[in-house]
């Protein structure tokens, strides 16, 4: 079968670093995708990844490492709006996206 | 910008009643797309449609129908709701068709069916 595996939960301090790490096994690969989620909202885009390495956007960085099947959502310089959940999720062969069940990110001042 | 409008935004239904999730974009949207969210769970796709006037069945399409009249709209439908159908629903769009593209999510429409 197909799987996404992301921690359930990670707690980490105002103004510090945290990685949020996600694995797959999947049938086939075509990219794979991050969303940040904020409780009672809508899931909104924050990366795609399709070639191997690290692509930086802002305070946010994605990486991606297909032979591994494996990635990290890197969020640098944390603050307390970035508490939310971050999905993860991967497009197979056939083009359909497999969702992980996300990772609810706290940050503690 | 409204972007993609879900309505209604949360809703309590008896068990075996029939009720229609409306979802609406103005971004002229090749693909529109339902999914439902379930706590532990990632999202799942029930239903999507590539473009007006067709339509294709997701991971759960059991228990919803869909329609796509036009570009537009594209509503989701339980013929007689169960208790198993309580979650969070999710409508989405992307420009384009092939899934390497960025989706765009509605707000979401809570259901609790007793």
Redesign the interface.
């Known amino acids: 079968g197909q799987n996404i595996d992301q921690p359930t939960e990670m707690t980490a301090t105002e103004g510090a670093i945290v990685q949020i790490n996600c694995t797959y096994q999947t049938s086939g690969f075509n990219g794979l995708f991050w969303y940040q989620q904020h409780a009672g909202e809508a899931p909104t885009f924050l990366s795609y990844n399709v070639l191997d390495g690290l692509e930086e956007k802002g305070r946010f960085s994605s990486f991606l490492s297909r032979s591994k099947g494996y990635s990290y959502l890197l969020l640098k310089e944390l603050q307390m709006k970035d508490s939310a959940s971050y999905l993860c999720a991967v497009l197979d062969s056939n083009y359909q996206l497999i969702w992980g069940a996300g990772t609810k990110l706290i940050i503690k001042p | 910008i409204a972007g993609i409008t879900q309505a209604p935004t949360s809703q309590i239904l008896a068990a075996g009643r029939r009720m229609t999730l409306r979802c609406t974009q103005d971004m002229r949207h090749n693909a529109m797309y339902w999914y439902r969210q379930d706590l532990?769970?990632?999202?799942?796709?029930i239903h999507y449609s590539n473009t007006a006037g067709t339509t294709g069945k997701g991971?759960v399409p059991d228990g919803y129908s869909v329609s796509r009249a036009n570009t537009d709209d594209f509503p989701l439908t339980l013929a007689s709701a169960v208790p198993s159908q309580t979650s969070v629903y999710?409508c989405a769009s992307s420009e384009g068709t092939?899934?390497?593209g960025?989706?765009?999510?509605?707000?979401?429409s809570r259901l609790t069916v007793l």
């Not at chain 2, 532990?40 to 796709?45: I, K, P, S």
């Not at chain 2, 960025?102 to 979401?108: D, I, P, T, V």
């Open positions: 532990g769970l990632g999202l799942r796709l991971e999710f092939s899934g390497t960025e989706l765009f999510f509605g707000e979401g």
